[in-house]
């Protein structure tokens, strides 16, 4: 569906958007586009009239859904301007489990075994993804500590950075006569 294709392309734009900026002003730069699409919708379509009908009650939780929202963007940003998306994106889907779990807790809703098992899927593949990327990190981390091990030997200076983030700090801020990626 559309809103899969969209949340897809979420993340990719946001990656490549907060790269040289301060996650937070990011966050409030999407967040002020969002306010401009939604209120243009609520206006376009008339609705504007119906906030006075609005209770107390919804009220309050809808303040409260955009506090968790603002936060969680907030953290979600500064970990995308720190990480990489094939990292992050897993995290990020482990929210759909713990709302399953607080929907059966708080909301009552109905617990299957269909949910259940998909919320494990879920889960057991977040973990996999993740995991798969940490055996992969070890062995990057392994090879860089060998080749910087060999040429500190030979008398070069030598300096390792395991994000893409923290390259880009070290090459701006010197001239390295080599630059080695594993």
């Not at 809808?62 to 998306?85: E, I, P, R």
Request: glycine share 6%; aromatic share 12%; with cysteine.
């Amino acid at each position: 569906p559309a809103f899969g294709f969209f949340a897809a392309l979420t993340a990719i734009f946001a990656k490549v958007g907060v790269r040289n900026i301060n996650s937070d002003l990011a966050t409030a730069i999407r967040t002020t586009v969002i306010l401009f699409i939604t209120w243009g919708i609520v206006l376009f379509g008339s609705h504007a009239g119906e906030i006075r009908d609005i209770p107390r009650h919804s009220w309050l939780f809808l303040v409260l859904s955009g506090a968790a929202t603002g936060l969680s963007w907030l953290f979600y940003f500064k970990a995308l301007q720190t990480g990489d998306v094939s990292r992050v994106a897993p995290i990020d889907k482990l929210s759909v489990v713990i709302t399953i779990c607080l929907s059966f807790l708080f909301l009552k809703e109905e617990v299957s075994l269909r949910v259940v098992a998909g919320a494990l899927l879920i889960t057991c593949g977040s973990i996999l993804m993740l995991l798969k990327e940490t055996v992969g990190y070890r062995r990057r981390k392994e090879l860089s500590d060998n080749i910087v091990t060999y040429l500190s030997s030979e008398n070069y200076v030598c300096e390792q950075a395991f994000t893409y983030g923290d390259a880009r700090i070290k090459v701006n801020l010197y001239d390295y006569d080599c630059v080695l990626l594993a």
